[in-house]
């Protein structure tokens, strides 16, 4: 009977104690790992706005949130380590008092006394660990639930029941680009057209939050527009496997994130197989190639967690190696010349446009900056949703390849081969 109570009372008894602090730890700890992280993020503006304090009294408030929580936890463990404890002991003290008497009686044996009691406290063992998972199920099933949530939400884009196969040639286009972020929310971009061909370099000004990134994004397939398309060699990009999409169309966004290991593993991380004079060859190309000669241990140099022993224009360098390395048809480089001064980031600028001249796979640069776009074929502005061409006054290092001049306002731009 006590055996029984501790396997069902005492796990219930836990429950009911640690139930409303487990349910509400999850959402505490949110709150604190947010405020740290943003503290640890933004400790530089922090700094100079003279906000420190305001920011420690609310990481300090969320954490005696939290401690108050996972206190009023430890007393349903305390309970449940408690009433097991006791739960215990009354079970043995229970066979013991029965079983005396037996002894006494002669119908049990003196030197099994010891040896009944003593099964009687290992059969407990076998309930203990109940009272402390119910103090931990409902703090368990919320966690589950959110993760459910998580998986139950629909994916941005989804892969074609039967994909078709990827061209390997053609040209880039977008045909008419509509995009929102949401229902009754304005469009980002709204009739966007641009075509580009393979062996050109392309260069997408405009102001910060024109919808640039999001172009980057719709290029690989991240997000699907609402009306219009983007389309490789004529087919949709939504009749193709994205992993197809993604092989021949390469993005390197501005925040590329850089991994705690070696700068080896870190460029080669869209082609493993590739080379250590592959490796050196692209760092080279994107204007590392003297400082990776400077590093005592090369290409098996640490970067550090998130990059952190590497300078921000080095990060950005480090993600365009990374593209160059993995290859791909059409290439698109978000921001590569953040975190660079003026004179770097003409000669990364130069080397992407000679990459795309030299090598017939299509670069396209998207920036808010003007200066340094003279190598590249076409500079196009995208303004109030629209693609539109952006004049020059001299002649573009494509015209010297025998391109065609950029294309007029007024039509769809392009940058034929």
């Given at each position: 009977?006590?055996?029984?109570?501790?396997?069902?009372?005492?796990?219930?008894?836990?429950?009911?104690a640690?139930?409303?602090?487990?349910?509400?730890?999850?959402?505490?700890?949110?709150?604190?790992?947010?405020?740290?992280?943003?503290?640890?993020?933004?400790?530089?503006?922090?700094?100079?706005?003279?906000?420190?304090?305001?920011?420690?009294?609310?990481?300090?408030?969320?954490?005696?949130?939290?401690?108050?929580?996972?206190?009023?936890?430890?007393?349903?463990?305390?309970?449940?380590?408690?009433?097991?404890?006791?739960?215990c002991?009354?079970?043995a003290?229970?066979?013991?008092?029965?079983?005396?008497?037996?002894?006494?009686?002669?119908?049990?044996?003196?030197?099994?006394?010891?040896?009944?009691?003593?099964?009687?406290?290992?059969?407990?063992?076998?309930?203990?660990?109940?009272?402390?998972?119910?103090?931990?199920?409902?703090?368990?099933?919320?966690?589950?639930?959110?993760?459910?949530?998580?998986?139950?939400?629909?994916?941005?884009?989804?892969?074609p029941?039967?994909?078709?196969?990827?061209?390997?040639?053609?040209?880039?286009?977008?045909?008419?680009l509509?995009?929102?972020?949401?229902?009754?929310?304005?469009?980002?971009?709204?009739?966007?057209?641009?075509?580009v061909?393979?062996?050109?370099?392309?260069?997408?000004?405009?102001?910060?939050g024109?919808?640039?990134?999001?172009?980057?994004?719709?290029?690989v397939?991240?997000?699907?527009?609402?009306?219009?398309?983007?389309?490789?060699?004529?087919?949709?990009?939504?009749?193709?496997?994205?992993?197809?999409?993604?092989?021949?169309?390469?993005?390197?966004?501005?925040?590329?994130?850089?991994?705690?290991?070696?700068?080896?593993?870190?460029?080669?991380?869209?082609?493993?197989?590739?080379?250590?004079?592959?490796?050196?060859?692209?760092l080279?190309?994107v204007?590392?190639?003297?400082?990776?000669?400077?590093?005592?241990e090369?290409?098996?140099?640490?970067?550090?967690?998130?990059?952190?022993?590497?300078?921000?224009?080095?990060?950005?360098?480090?993600?365009?190696?990374?593209a160059?390395v993995?290859?791909?048809?059409?290439?698109?480089?978000?921001?590569?010349?953040a975190?660079?001064?003026?004179?770097?980031?003409?000669?990364?600028?130069?080397?992407?446009a000679?990459?795309?001249?030299?090598?017939?796979?299509?670069?396209?640069?998207?920036t808010h900056?003007?200066?340094?776009?003279?190598?590249?074929?076409?500079?196009?502005?995208?303004?109030?949703?629209?693609?539109?061409?952006?004049?020059?006054?001299?002649?573009?290092?494509?015209?010297?390849?025998?391109?065609?001049?950029?294309?007029?306002?007024?039509?769809?731009?392009?940058?034929?081969?």
């Amino acid at each position: 009977a006590v055996l029984l109570a501790t396997g069902t009372a005492v796990p219930y008894a836990t429950r009911l104690a640690a139930r409303a602090a487990g349910r509400r730890q999850a959402g505490a700890r949110a709150d604190l790992s947010t405020d740290l992280l943003e503290i640890v993020e933004g400790a530089p503006e922090i700094a100079l706005a003279g906000r420190e304090s305001d920011w420690e009294d609310r990481a300090r408030r969320s954490g005696d949130a939290l401690e108050r929580l996972q206190r009023r936890d430890a007393l349903g463990g305390g309970v449940a380590a408690g009433l097991g404890a006791f739960a215990c002991s009354a079970g043995a003290l229970a066979v013991l008092a029965v079983s005396a008497p037996a002894v006494e009686s002669g119908a049990l044996a003196g030197v099994l006394l010891a040896a009944v009691t003593l099964l009687a406290l290992g059969a407990f063992e076998t309930v203990a660990p109940l009272a402390g998972a119910a103090a931990r199920i409902d703090a368990c099933a919320d966690a589950a639930l959110r993760v459910s949530e998580t998986e139950a939400r629909e994916a941005p884009v989804r892969d074609p029941e039967r994909p078709l196969p990827c061209p390997r040639r053609g040209a880039l286009e977008l045909e008419g680009l509509g995009f929102r972020y949401g229902a009754g929310l304005p469009l980002v971009l709204d009739g966007a057209s641009l075509r580009v061909e393979p062996g050109t370099a392309v260069a997408l000004t405009g102001a910060s939050g024109a919808g640039k990134s999001t172009l980057g994004e719709l290029l690989v397939r991240f997000r699907d527009p609402v009306k219009g398309r983007v389309a490789l060699d004529g087919l949709d990009l939504r009749s193709l496997a994205q992993d197809d999409v993604r092989a021949q169309v390469r993005l390197v966004p501005q925040d590329a994130y850089m991994f705690a290991t070696s700068l080896r593993a870190n460029v080669a991380l869209g082609r493993p197989a590739a080379s250590d004079e592959e490796l050196v060859s692209a760092l080279g190309m994107v204007g590392l190639g003297d400082w990776l000669g400077t590093l005592p241990e090369g290409l098996a140099t640490e970067l550090g967690e998130r990059g952190e022993r590497v300078s921000g224009g080095q990060r950005q360098r480090i993600a365009a190696a990374r593209a160059l390395v993995a290859g791909g048809r059409f290439l698109v480089f978000d921001e590569p010349t953040a975190h660079l001064d003026p004179r770097s980031a003409r000669a990364l600028l130069a080397r992407l446009a000679a990459h795309a001249h030299e090598t017939g796979s299509a670069v396209v640069v998207i920036t808010h900056e003007r200066e340094g776009l003279d190598p590249f074929d076409a500079v196009l502005e995208l303004r109030d949703g629209d693609i539109r061409p952006v004049p020059r006054l001299r002649s573009s290092p494509g015209r010297a390849h025998g391109r065609a001049p950029m294309p007029s306002a007024g039509r769809r731009p392009s940058v034929p081969a």
